[in-house]
């Protein structure tokens, strides 16, 4: 049986990820590399976005691709990086909630523009949603294929106790790692102090009246750690939050790690995006997960684009602005990578409900460790019609050598990125593509 087979068997076990790091091995994990990949699920528009085009008039009578003037494109620096003029001032008051801090995307650009690599005019070869979704996050649209977060995972971290933690988005694993699901920081309070008296308290966990009295404490702590599971079983319907609650039972039984993740936890977790972000960064620096996926939905904007593009994409914004800032507070920006991507893109025009609909031409943003930063690759005319590029310069190419940009490509070169192109079990999964330098 090979370590793959292995895997498999253990993960439909629920035990792939639940060996309990200790003090040793968290010493040996000390460079460790982190990543966390942003889904705007439903496909958005990167026009309105990193790939904006503006209001002129298409050749073909069909409208403009934007409805902000060209001149209004901003810039970040004399650079490559141009970004849309979004929340336009007319719709930020009418559309944007009092929850949603940002006005615009100049904080994150002009912050983060020089780390940031903007890939332009992939072609996701589809305008599904489930394919493009897989495409986008796993290379292939190969129903078998598992996310890059899984492959990293199990080849860098197959013992940590939440190696791929997952807030939705494609999170396909194949059996080699079991994805650990995460709607909130109670799961982790319950299990990381299991002999408190009352699992509904939330007072000072310093406060010693909080917990169980010393005497037989052994014989009271395990009993609270068997109803506790049991209690946490009857509130989960799913069998996926189900094999959650095993495992991270599991882990809690062998080792002190998720205790150190609650010591890493902000007394108050942001809601959303935010929030997602607080929770993967909080797992990075206790050294209990290595890989995270964040999700925040909405971008699916067949009616009224303008109006919800314009909110969906100030919280994507802000989320991954946040995302960077508590990376940085924790002083893992040198170890961590992030992508953020989204199904699909739209329609380089407005259709009858003033909405636009599913576009196989798409971007995706990186920053973090080992990406150079400050560059646009890859490209898209004027009607947002993905160009050719020469495999050398990454740049719109009409030369005998041009080739068209796929997440084949990307993931060949995020792969290499990520220390796994060699990994005996990511060779498994095989990707037909060139290698290209798209990260540098």
């Known amino acids: 049986m090979n370590r793959r087979d292995v895997l498999q068997l253990l993960s439909s076990a629920g035990l792939a990820t639940i060996a309990p790091l200790g003090s040793s091995a968290r010493a040996q994990t000390a460079g460790r590399r982190y990543f966390v990949f942003v889904n705007a699920g439903g496909g958005w528009d990167p026009t309105s976005l990193c790939d904006p085009k503006g209001d002129a008039e298409r050749a073909d009578g069909r409208g403009p691709v934007n409805h902000f003037f060209a001149s209004d494109i901003r810039r970040v620096g004399q650079g490559d990086i141009r970004y849309a003029p979004f929340p336009a001032p007319e719709l930020a008051t009418s559309t944007l909630r009092d929850d949603n801090p940002i006005s615009g995307y100049d904080d994150f650009f002009q912050a983060v523009g020089p780390e940031l690599l903007i890939i332009n005019g992939i072609d996701t070869e589809t305008n599904n949603h ?3 979704s897989r495409t986008v996050w796993s290379g292939s649209d190969q129903q078998t294929q598992p996310a890059l977060a899984a492959l990293i995972a199990q080849a860098h971290a197959p013992s940590s106790p939440l190696a791929f933690i997952s807030n939705g988005g494609y999170d396909y694993t194949d059996g080699l790692i079991a994805p650990t699901r ?65 495992a991270l039972f599991t882990v809690q039984g062998g080792g002190g790690n998720l205790n150190q993740l609650v010591e890493y936890l902000p007394s108050s977790v942001s809601a959303g995006l935010r929030g997602q972000a607080e929770i993967a960064v909080a797992a990075f620096q206790a050294d209990v997960a290595v890989c995270a996926n964040l999700t925040s939905g909405g971008f699916d904007t067949h009616g009224n684009h303008d109006r919800d593009a314009t909110y969906r994409m100030a919280v994507l914004i802000d989320g991954v602005h946040h995302l960077w800032r508590s990376i940085g507070d924790a002083g893992l920006a040198d170890r961590t990578t992030v992508l953020v991507g989204s199904d699909f893109g739209r329609t380089p025009f407005y259709n009858d409900g003033n909405g636009k609909d599913h576009w196989n031409a798409t971007s995706l943003m990186a920053f973090g460790a080992g990406v150079v930063g400050g560059r646009v690759v890859g490209g898209t005319d004027e009607h947002f019609v993905e160009q050719r590029i020469d495999p050398q310069s990454l740049r719109p190419s009409e030369g005998n050598d041009a080739i068209r940009l796929t997440f084949a490509h990307v993931h060949r070169a995020a792969r290499r990125l990520a220390g796994i192109d060699n990994d005996a079990i990511a060779r498994t999964y095989p990707l037909f593509a060139e290698d290209l330098p798209i990260f540098g």
């Open 130 to 132: 489930e394919t493009g």
């Open 182 to 246: 995460v709607s909130g920081t109670g799961i982790f309070r319950d299990l990381s102090y299991p002999n408190r008296s009352n699992t509904n308290d939330d007072a000072d966990l310093s406060n010693e009246q909080s917990f169980f009295l010393p005497d037989a404490i052994d014989a009271v702590i395990a009993d609270a750690r068997a109803r506790r599971m049991q209690n946490l079983i009857a509130r989960s319907a799913l069998p996926q939050r189900r094999a959650a609650a095993n």
